[in-house]
């Protein structure tokens, strides 16, 4: 029809990277989701958080590929209007640089991919890792909510992030060679042990 | 009337579960000043409030009920926490509740409606106020979707204390278009202070 405009077709990074691999919840993995919730009870940063039952999509376990052992997990909740909230949990004691980076944008570009609008974001002010993540690739906090989340034995600010499909594959453009599927070295921020 | 109630205070606390039956919802007054009188809403208000949701872009701003018989379901239950109507000189002229609770993180968002917002300080302020006198808040906010009528309800807002936390772009879908949500919060410390500065009768 004149004047449509021509669906963009999916990010399509798939759900396996160069160090890890992102496995939708089963029966077969449910054990391992629980190993891996309990040691997010106790970071400071998450606390308890339910696994979601999003129409999005599934909650995912992050698998480093080197090991075969679960490093943390990624999930959404969805809100009115194809909104897709991620949750990202990386267990510091398994996990290496770079699986973040990739599990981040292995499965964002998989919530658009499955039909979000928009993908929000929630971090707690000290997360500083996840909010330099995001920093890096362009993403900037939209709304600060003061003391609205308690952790730590504190009232802690929660700052807000959302960004939709368009500003997401710019993104993805920018460090496609690095990404899974791409021909560069996988990228790696920020600090701690290398992965691989 | 020149007076501030809470019905609470005509019962002792703690007490005798018989003397705590007077606390029940009613159709009395719970709060009174300055001609504003707030009291609980209850399921049979229900086209009351379906009527005060149809002025302005409220329906759309605050997510309410689409009818009276949606509005009697929802009336007390998770969505509509605390509900109550505000009469002004035995006119109704909005209404209160709030929803999403955490008692966690000690918050919950704001719902709040009126017939004409540039109108209602007095009334929300006495509203926030029982809500932080009720429950032990230490954070109210509240989501504004950026519409026609969303500028009257940003001002009411900053009229009695909340601040402006950021603006979350093309958020909401209404009517298949997005748009930009305000967010707003006001933290306890923060409502003491605003009625210290401006209504000293409901410093808490």
Known sequence: MPGEREQAGPIGLGLSGSWIVLEPLTPANEAEFAEIQRSMELSPAMGPIPLGSSEIAPPMLVRALHTGRPVGLVQNQALPGKVAVFVI???????????????????ISHLFDSGARLVGGESVDFNVVLQQILHKVGIEPRARMREHVYRAGAFRDLVIFSFGETQWRGIVARYRRSLPGGSGRPAVFGGGRAGG | MEQLGDAAHAVQAPGPARELIAAQPSREPVLELDG???????????????????????????????????????????????????????????????????????????????????TATQALAMYVRHLFWSWPFHRLYAQLPLVDGGAGYLALLTAIGFVEEGVVPEHALIAGRPCDVAVLGILRREVEAWCQANESRLAL
């Open chain 2, 36 to 118: 504003y009188a707030w009291r609980r809403a209850l399921p049979e208000d229900a086209a009351t409030l379906d009527q005060l949701a149809a002025h302005g872009s409220n329906r759309v701003l605050f997510n309410l009920p689409s009818s009276a018989d949606e509005f009697t379901a929802r009336v007390g239950g998770a969505g509509l926490r605390l509900p109550m109507l505000c009469a002004y000189e035995g006119e109704f002229i909005g209404a209160g509740a709030f929803a999403a609770r955490s008692n966690r993180d000690l918050n919950a968002i704001l719902v709040s409606f009126f017939v004409e917002p540039s």
């Open chain 1, 89 to 107: 949990f990386l267990d510091p004691k398994r996990s290496r640089r770079g699986y973040g980076l990739e599990a981040v944008f292995m499965y």
